[in-house]
């Protein structure tokens, strides 16, 4: 887990370099998110031998980019049902 937060924190401070995201702090937290899990998932699918022209870091992060799309979708239908009222 430690290893992970690093990672995502390695990943967070590089997006914050970032020029054309200067006002986009929830698209970097998120690239930062989808970039940790591709690293590590790379990481552990190749015993630690990652390779910068791997294929598989390609389909990973177009897989997982997908992936928080669909639930942040889910999850913003599952909030919107939910009623608030006032005590």
């Known amino acids: 887990m430690k ?4 990672d ?8 914050k370099s970032w020029k054309d995201l200067n006002d986009g702090q929830e698209i970097k937290v998120i690239w930062a998110r989808v970039e940790t899990l ?4 790379l990481r552990h699918i190749r015993g630690g031998k990652i390779e910068k022209d791997d294929p598989l870091w390609v389909y990973l992060r177009k897989w997982l980019t997908l992936m928080e799309v669909v639930s942040t979708k889910a999850l ?3 909030l919107s ?3 608030v009222g006032v005590c």
């Open 3 to 6: 290893e992970y937060k690093g």
């Open 8 to 15: 995502f924190l390695i990943a967070l401070k590089e997006a």
């Open 38 to 41: 591709t690293i590590d998932s």
């Open 76 to 78: 913003q239908q599952s």
């Open 81 to 83: 049902k939910i009623k």
